[in-house]
């Protein structure tokens, strides 16, 4: 599956209906997300099962606003819609395997029973 640009309209929706969302945070002006983009499309094909979306700061500036980005690319992975993972910086592309496959391992549910049982009703 190639990577899947998104806007402000569509982000809920890819987040909340898709098991695990990777959403890359960039510019066309921006360096280092130029260098980022080919090891995010090469983790789209790899990982079918997984969304590679991405939004384009400069267009989507109330998104991006709304997801507090600072600086770019940031990188935010979500699991069942929770947000599970938020780092600003380029990933090699040993480090973006291994994300992935900690977010596909990850049991979101438990940890959200266990964020219950604690009494911390907060999201992630």
């Known amino acids: 599956m190639s ?3 998104i806007t402000a309209e569509q ?3 890819t987040v909340n209906d898709n098991e695990i969302v990777l959403v890359d945070f ?3 002006w921006c360096g280092p997300c130029k260098a980022f983009a080919p090891t ?3 983790s789209a094909e790899k990982h079918p099962d997984v ?3 991405k939004v384009d700061t400069e267009a989507e ?3 991006a606003a709304a997801a507090d980005i600072r600086s770019i690319p940031t990188l935010m992975a979500f699991k069942k819609g929770k947000l599970v993972f938020n780092q600003a910086g380029a990933l090699p592309p040993a480090a973006l395997e291994d994300l992935v496959q900690k977010i596909k ?3 979101i549910d438990a940890a959200m029973r266990e964020q219950a049982a604690q009494g911390g009703a907060e999201e992630v």
Do not use: I, M, R, Y
């Open 61 to 63: 500036q109330a998104l």
């Open 3 to 5: 990577t899947l640009d």
């Open 105 to 107: 391992e990850f049991d």
């Open 26 to 28: 960039w510019a066309s």
């Open 51 to 53: 969304v590679h979306a």
């Open 40 to 42: 995010f499309a090469a």
């Open 11 to 13: 982000f809920n929706d």
